[in-house]
C-alpha cells in the first residue's frame, strides 16, 4: 500500500497516526523540506527505524552528504531507473525488518 502526502508537514501528520515500512521523499517541497522530514523521522521514536529513500534532482556531493547526516538511509537522483528505486526498496525493507 502506498500513501502519498503533498509536502513534509502532512507526512509527519501521516506518519504520527498510521505505521510504514519505508519512506520515499523528495528534497524540495513546501513548508518542510525532504532534509527536515528526514530528520524528523530518524529522531522520533515511533518512526526512528523507518527506511528513508530521498528521491531529488539535486545531485551535488554536498546534497547527498547532508541527506546522510539527516539519517537517510538512501539518496537517489532523478532522473532515475525505476529498477534502481525497486532495488533499493527491496534491500532496505529486507536488512530493515
Known amino acids: 500500500n502506498v500513501t502519498e502526502a503533498t509536502n513534509g508537514v502532512e507526512a509527519t501528520k ?8 519505508l519512506v520515499i521523499t523528495d528534497v524540495v517541497m513546501p513548508e518542510m523540506n525532504g532534509y527536515e522530514l528526514c530528520r524528523w523521522i530518524k529522531t522520533n521514536p515511533a518512526t526512528e527505524k523507518v527506511p528513508v529513500i530521498i528521491c531529488s534532482t539535486k545531485g551535488e556531493e554536498f546534497d547527498i552528504h547532508w541527506a ?3 539519517g537517510a538511509d538512501a539518496y537517489i537522483i532523478k532522473p532515475f531507473k525505476t529498477m534502481e528505486l525497486l532495488k533499493t ?3 532496505l525493507l529486507k536488512h530493515n525488518t
Open 14 to 21: 501521516i506518519l504520527e497516526t498510521e505505521q510504514f515500512n
Open 89 to 91: 526498496i527491496k534491500y
Open 68 to 70: 546522510t547526516k539527516q
